[in-house]
Each structure stands twice: as C-alpha cells, then as structure tokens.
DNA sequence: CTCATTGCAAAGGATTTGCACTAAT
DNA sequence: ATTAGTGCAAATCCTTTGCAATGAG
C-alpha cells in the first residue's frame, strides 16, 4: 500500500470523525469547515493559519481568514488538530493522528519539522517534575539544530 | 548573609557589566538603559516588557515602551538577558546570571515558574537528535503540572 | 558639536470580534 | 423559519519603526 492510498484512508476516517462531531454538538457541516479540515488532517505538516489558506487557495477553495482560526478552533475542541508555539510569533496547528504525545525537532536553517517520541524521556520528565515537588501534567521539548541535508551542504545555510 | 544582600551583591556585578558593555560598544549610558537594567538584572522572575514598564512604575523611574523594547534588546546582546517564549502570545526576559541553561517548570494554576538543570537531560537531547540525523544546537524543555502549594490545595485549583 | 537615544505615534503581523448577510438544518 | 456560520472590516495585543526633539560623549 502505498503512502498517499495510507493517508487518504486516514484523511477519510478523519473527516467523518470530523463530521461525526459536528452532528453530535449541532453544529452546522459547512462547506468552509469540510475544506479547512480536508487541509488540515490531510497533511502531516505544521501548518500555520496562514499556510491554511493558501492549501485552500491551491486546491480552489477559500476561506475568510476569520472562518479559517474559527474552523482551527472546531477542529481543536474536536481533539482531531493540536496547536503548536514554536516561538515563531505566531503558531502553527498539526494533526493529531490519535498520537499521544511527541516531541519536535526544528532545523534552524530549513525550518523543517521533524517529530519523534522517547519513552525515557516521558519518565525523565515525570521524575525530574518531582524532584521539584511538582507533578508533571504535560511537557513540552523543543531541540533546534542542523538537519541532515543543511549540515551536508545541499544549499548554502544562511546562519 | 541574607538572600536580599546576595542579590544586591549580584545586581551591582550585573549593572557593572552591562556599563562595561555599553563602554565597550560605544554606547551612551542612559538613565533609562540603567534603569531598565536595574529592574531586570535585579528579579529572579521571567518579566513581560510590560512588567518591566510597571517594575520602573513601581520605583519613581519610567520609559517609553519602545526603549524598553530596544534596552531589552541590548541586554540581549550583551548576554547578560535571555528572551523566554512560554507560548503565551508574549515574550519573558530573564537574567542569564551566569547560568549556562535551564529548563523550566510552570505550574498550570498559579503559573509560577521553578527552573532547574540537568546534566543526563543535556546528553539525552543531543543523543536524541543525532539519532534523528539532526546535529543539536540548543533545546528547550518546559514542563507543566502542579506546583506543590497548589497540589495540596493553600489556594483552590482552578483546573 | 555630533551622533545615538528617547518618546510618541504610526505601522506591523497575528489573531479576535462586531455585524450585516448567507446558508444549514 | 430558525439559528449558526461566513466574510469583511475594525479592533486588539504585542512588538517594531519613523522621526523630531533630547541628551550623552
């Protein structure tokens, strides 16, 4: 099976979960939500509200820019698409993919997104929390770095 | 020795080295800078430009928001100031203090903000990168849970 | 005296909100 | 028909920038 024919499988469960939670909280299926979460959850990228409307702008669809962060927040509280503040000024929503938790890994040259999960990690953090009389809810672990390809010289790195 | 001489004994190196830094770059020391500096290199706590505009309030002096933005900067730039991004749709500025790196805990009820070091942390990330063939220049951790006061409930939990 | 800093106000970028209009149920 | 969603523009929040007036060296 190929990744596209994975991916569109996973898109299609998706958007009925999508839809199934706009039925289940009365909220009206319209066609603007339908394409900003075909966008949304059709990609495993980190897309920014901006990047959005410009997927839409690409496969001929639009969206005010008002209806596009509405939508984000839907699909948010629909628990299908998670935000993410990489310090960038503004922040950038990802699909949830039933995965737990994971953490990210940014180029600073590129800026390309790379994600991955370390179960030591998970337990480093709940220990480290309590050796601080805290307890660990949630954690957040951004490493910011040399890609493969900008370390190897593929285009000149400007930093 | 009292904890309010020590840092007063720190403030005073501090404020010496950003005079030292300005010296060094040809740059007029102003009140303001110094004021600025004052209140920054004297809290242990992350401050908002905002807060900072209230901290100098707070003591007779003040500064238009723009030189504090711009003294932050020099600050900054001098090393003796790190920029914070928590996610919260601003930026923190803390004193480097000589402190190399930390991580940051933040409570989710009262946002109080612990900060702590850890040498197996440090290696894990570097080792966590490389395994993703990224070369690790910095990373950034944040923790969030419930601080110990607010764990056994002196103040009622909002969450 | 000369050049950088200051403060104000205007400009910016990201996100939110008010409101008349349109569309879903 | 109702009720909620949509788009636009105005408004907001944080931060930066332009520029005349001010102050440091």
Redesign the pocket.
């Known amino acids: 099976m190929s990744d596209s024919a994975a991916s569109t499988r996973a898109l299609t469960a998706d958007r009925e979960s999508f839809r199934a939670f706009?039925r289940d909280h009365?909220?009206?299926?319209?066609?603007?939500?339908l394409a900003i979460a075909d966008v949304v959850l059709g990609t495993d990228g980190h897309l920014?509200?901006?990047d959005v409307g410009a997927q839409l702008a690409a496969r001929g669809a639009?969206?005010?820019?008002?209806?596009i962060?509405?939508?984000l927040?839907v699909l948010m509280r629909s628990g299908l698409v998670v935000e993410r503040d990489f310090g960038e000024?503004?922040?950038r929503f990802e699909a949830a993919r039933g995965v737990p938790h994971h953490e990210h890994l940014i180029c600073t040259v590129c800026a390309r997104v790379t994600e991955f999960r370390d179960e030591r990690l998970e337990r480093m953090t709940t220990l480290l929390a309590e050796s601080h009389d805290f307890s660990r809810q949630r954690h957040r672990l951004v490493i910011y770095g040399l890609c493969g390809e900008c370390r190897r010289g593929s285009s000149r790195p400007r930093n």
């Open positions: 706009l009365n909220l009206p299926v319209t066609a603007q939500r920014s509200a901006d639009s969206a005010g820019t008002a209806t962060y509405r939508t927040d000024g503004f922040k």
